[in-house]
């Protein structure tokens, strides 16, 4: 997962002053830090030709530090943060935008076969990086949009990019959005902004240019488009070409792990309702043998899994045709599992391409799953065990002291409102229902009998849930998620709780007693639990006058636990709003900012 945006200045008059433009970019680059920080890296292009680059592998939040200045008078820039996939981010080749010949390209996803591609077409590689083959591809195709979507069609994986080629077409960028990765954009009369997320976009917005446009005026792009922008803004949207359907076999992953027992004799045996031919694009990604959800902290080491599979082929019970386990070896492919070293033929009943772990033997992938669930289950007895010590139950105190249990309780609380306002934003989105969405995302078993269209559905939910999840967090008091992770682990102790308090104070609220907690503005009004200066919560008008759910325009008369203000048609039925005249009763002042 990477993160990338980019901004197309179609009317230089907007930009009042470079140096609020410097802070767009770098509100961007912060708005983008949680999807790789492994490097960062732009390239920007001015009114005159000129193109500066600069890129590291250093993240978002140190890169804007040290980076070079944007040129003056700039037309447009890709910007780029790194979660790296394929090589190695110390090698600057390897990082973003990506160049080859005079093509630049920022790339959020995956590239599966991209060493085909560049064997296919002779191309020369200059990194290891599997993103280098699209600037290679556009070098080919041009800003063509007809060989743009037919050269889509050969590319494999998870692709969302920005290119552009200020050498022979300036003035012009390319978005294309494949399969998977995020990308939305927004067009104003004088500029345009595109980003993986519109959060990072509405952030920078809001830190520079003032109240940022509403949620239904960023558009997401659709899989498989094209879209050229020049100066009069976006100049062309086309369909790309879907790269052409591969079959794989599939073996769901059962509640007893993989099945390797069923394999004999180079085929599957009684198991012909359980496989089924699927896209790679369709499959899940707990579909594979190795891709199941484990716990991170059980770690199976290669080592392990070299040593279990060594043991199991000298009692002959590996099921993978090694290369020293047969005569017939020769007309026949024979690649080295990267697990194991072994020689193993190279076919789809000898190979699983796992989504977490890559490519690997079936032998190897059935040991990895099998010392996991080992691992697991002697966690689970041992929480058994002591559940029986202290008469049924789990001592959580013995894993955690009273003061961490009472801050998790604390975090669960706010974290669950977070939860349920994402799932109702997500229910306006998508026309389902809360409850629907809670099944489909939580409980609802997957297998593979499962209808492949409700398989894709569940993942561009989760895709949407996880942007309306941090925004919540974000609208709610900025930097609260990441203060209650440091209380957490903090050897300090929690202030004492005031009787009577209905809504929880941002602690960053204390640095910003100028500022509204939602916003930047100079604020107007302030509600005030204590006199301590940290337990009070100032507000534009804006924000305390209109009801802050997301559509409504009704006028706020209660506020929420979590500080923002609501009407009365969005307090009802809710726990954890107040009126204003309960407040005024309980001890809190209302006053105006002067």
Same mark, same amino acid.
């Given at each position: 997962?990477?993160?990338?945006?980019?901004?197309?200045?179609?009317?230089?008059?907007?930009?009042?002053?470079?140096?609020?433009?410097?802070?767009?970019?770098?509100?961007?680059?912060?708005?983008?830090?949680?999807?790789?920080?492994?490097?960062?890296?732009?390239?920007?292009?001015?009114?005159?030709?000129?193109?500066v680059m600069d890129k590291a592998a250093e993240a978002a939040s140190d890169f804007i530090k040290s980076r070079e200045a944007l040129p003056e008078n700039l037309w447009y820039i890709l910007i780029h943060t790194r979660y790296s996939t394929k090589g190695d981010p110390q090698n600057y080749l390897n990082n973003h935008p990506i160049l080859h010949g005079t093509c630049f390209t920022t790339h959020n996803g995956s590239v599966e076969n991209d060493d085909e591609l560049f064997a296919k077409y002779g191309f020369q590689r200059n990194g290891e990086v599997d993103s280098e083959i699209l600037p290679a591809l556009f070098g080919k195709t041009g800003f063509d949009s007809a060989e743009v979507s037919k050269m889509m069609g050969e590319v494999e994986g998870k692709v969302a990019c920005a290119t552009i080629d200020p050498v022979r077409y300036p003035g012009k960028v390319l978005l294309v959005k494949g399969s998977y990765s995020p990308l939305h954009m927004i067009e104003t009369p004088k500029f345009l902004v595109w980003a993986s997320?519109?959060?990072?976009?509405?952030?920078?917005?809001?830190?520079?240019?003032?109240?940022?446009? #509403?949620?239904?005026?960023?558009q997401y792009l659709s899989e498989h488009t094209g879209v050229i922008i020049d100066e009069n803004g976006v100049s062309e949207v086309f369909n790309t070409e879907k790269p052409p359907i591969k079959v794989q076999r599939v073996v769901h992953r059962q509640p007893v792990g993989f099945h390797s027992s069923v394999y004999r004799n180079g085929r599957w045996e009684d198991m012909d309702d359980r496989i089924q031919q699927r896209s790679l694009y369709d499959e899940p990604t707990h579909g594979n043998a190795c891709?199941?959800?484990?716990?991170?902290?059980?770690?199976?080491?290669?080592?392990?899994?070299k040593k279990a599979v060594a043991l199991l082929r000298t009692n002959g019970n590996g099921v993978a045709i090694t290369w020293e386990s047969t005569k017939q070896r020769y007309g026949e492919r024979w690649v080295a599992c990267p697990i194991c070293d072994e020689l193993v033929k190279d076919d789809q009943d000898n190979y699983i391409k796992t989504l977490q772990r890559g490519r690997m033997c079936i032998d190897c992938a059935s040991m990895y799953n099998k010392l996991w669930q080992q691992k697991a289950d002697a966690i689970t007895a041992a929480a058994i065990e002591d559940a029986d010590e202290e008469g049924g139950f789990i001592n959580t105190e013995k894993y955690l002291s009273t003061k961490h249990l009472e801050r998790y309780n604390k975090w669960a609380e706010d974290e669950g409102?977070?939860?349920g306002r994402a799932l109702e934003s997500l229910a306006e989105i998508?026309?389902?229902?809360?409850?629907?969405l809670d099944f489909l995302l939580y409980r609802m078993p997957t297998n593979e009998r499962t209808d492949p269209g409700i398989v894709e559905l569940i993942e561009k939910l989760w895709e949407m849930y996880d942007e309306e999840y941090v925004s919540e967090w974000d609208t709610s008091a900025p930097g609260m998620r990441e203060a209650y992770r440091t209380w957490m682990v903090s050897e300090k102790e929690d202030p004492p709780a005031?009787?009577?308090? #209905?809504?929880?104070?941002?602690?960053?609220?204390?640095?910003?007693?100028?500022?509204?907690?939602?916003?930047?503005?100079?604020?107007?009004?302030?509600?005030?639990?204590?006199k301590?200066?940290?337990?009070?919560?100032?507000?534009?008008?804006?924000?305390?006058?209109?009801?802050?759910?997301?559509?409504?325009?009704?006028?706020?008369?209660?506020?929420?636990?979590?500080?923002?203000?609501?009407?009365?048609?969005?307090?009802?039925?809710?726990?954890?709003v107040r009126d204003d005249t309960w407040l005024k009763k309980n001890g809190y002042e209302f006053t105006e900012v002067r």
């Open positions: 997962m990477c993160g990338i945006a980019g901004i197309y200045i179609k009317d230089p008059t907007v930009v009042k002053s470079h140096a609020g433009l410097e802070r767009f970019v770098n509100r961007l680059y912060l708005g983008l830090e949680k999807r790789g920080k492994e490097a960062s890296g732009f390239v920007a292009v001015d009114r005159a030709g000129r193109v997320t519109t959060e990072s976009m509405r952030e920078a917005w809001g830190a520079v240019l003032g109240t940022p446009p #509403a949620w239904k005026r960023f891709d199941v959800n484990q716990d991170d902290t059980i770690q199976v080491t290669k080592p392990e899994v409102l977070c939860h998508s026309g389902l229902t809360v409850d629907a005031k009787p009577g308090d #209905a809504f929880i104070v941002n602690k960053n609220a204390k640095k910003r007693t100028k500022k509204c907690l939602f916003c930047n503005k100079k604020p107007k009004f302030c509600i005030v639990a204590d301590a200066e940290w337990d009070s919560i100032h507000y534009c008008t804006n924000h305390y006058e209109k009801c802050g759910v997301k559509g409504c325009v009704g006028t706020a008369n209660s506020t929420r636990h979590d500080g923002i203000r609501v009407c009365h048609t969005h307090a009802r039925s809710n726990k954890d």
